[in-house]
């Protein structure tokens, strides 16, 4: 592994099902992010982590969870997804929180609430 | 509220230079960074600019005004492979990330 890596890709999903989508980097950074894209609006940020133990929340916290029970692991959780919450979703990470370097970013997944 | 502006789309012709502008309003200011997204990609990093003035890296340069809340990024001898989506992001005084919506720029032979 190198980077971020996320999963699944791509999902189909349910309206009303739970979903995980996993994010998991080998960089050993202190700070990891959840972010959304949509057609037409910038990433708009879910949940952040500064550090493992301490999460908080963005600017769409709404309807979505998060954990960091280490360092590397940083799993976003729709406990009851809806068509609304169809999206591309990135995971990403810097060094430090506020670092004046860069985010990195996982490829990506695909969710598609039907 | 704040706010980061950018053109959605533009269009160069290969070899060409093009200029794409960012204006921004955000409740205070620590940074403007570029990242440059290929379809169906991550974003990747460009440039970071704190100070007034222009950072050139490469092909690449960034300017930032502070006072004129303005940014943009100019790309030199454009190449097929920088036909991809470019987007602004101002760190707040709260140090958040504040994105734009992203200009997607389209090279032509």
């Known amino acids: 592994i190198a980077g971020i890596t996320q999963a699944p890709t791509s999902q189909i999903l349910a309206a009303g099902r739970r979903m995980t989508l996993r994010c998991t980097q080998d960089?050993?950074?202190?700070?990891m992010y959840w972010y959304r894209q949509d057609l037409g609006l910038g990433l708009r940020l879910i949940h952040y982590?500064?550090?493992?133990?301490?999460?908080g929340k963005g600017e769409v916290p709404d309807g979505y969870s998060v954990s960091r029970a280490n360092t590397d692991d940083f799993p976003l959780t729709l406990a009851s997804a809806v068509p609304s919450q169809t999206s591309v979703y990135f995971c990403?990470?810097?060094?430090?929180?506020?670092?004046?370097?860069?985010?990195?970013f996982g490829e990506g997944s695909r969710l598609t609430v039907l | 509220g704040q706010n980061i502006d950018q053109p959605t789309e533009m269009t160069a012709t290969e070899g060409a230079i093009v200029q794409i502008n960012c204006t921004y309003q955000?409740?205070?200011?620590?940074?403007l960074f570029w990242y440059q997204q290929h379809a169906g990609e991550a974003p990747t990093f460009l440039s970071y600019?704190?100070l007034d003035g222009l950072e050139e890296k490469g092909r690449f340069s960034s300017f930032l005004s502070r006072s004129k809340g303005y940014s943009y990024l100019l790309l030199k001898e454009l190449q097929m492979k920088d036909s991809a989506s470019y987007l602004c992001?101002?760190?707040?005084?709260?140090?958040?990330?504040?994105w734009g919506a992203g200009t997607k720029l389209i090279i032509k032979p």
């Open positions: 982590s500064n550090t493992a133990g301490t999460t």
């Open positions: 992001a101002v760190r707040d005084s709260n140090y958040q990330l504040i």
């Open positions: 990403a990470s810097s060094r430090l929180a506020g670092d004046t370097g860069e985010l990195f």
């Open positions: 960089m050993r950074h202190n700070a």
């Open positions: 600019n704190v």
């Open positions: 955000t409740s205070g200011f620590n940074g």
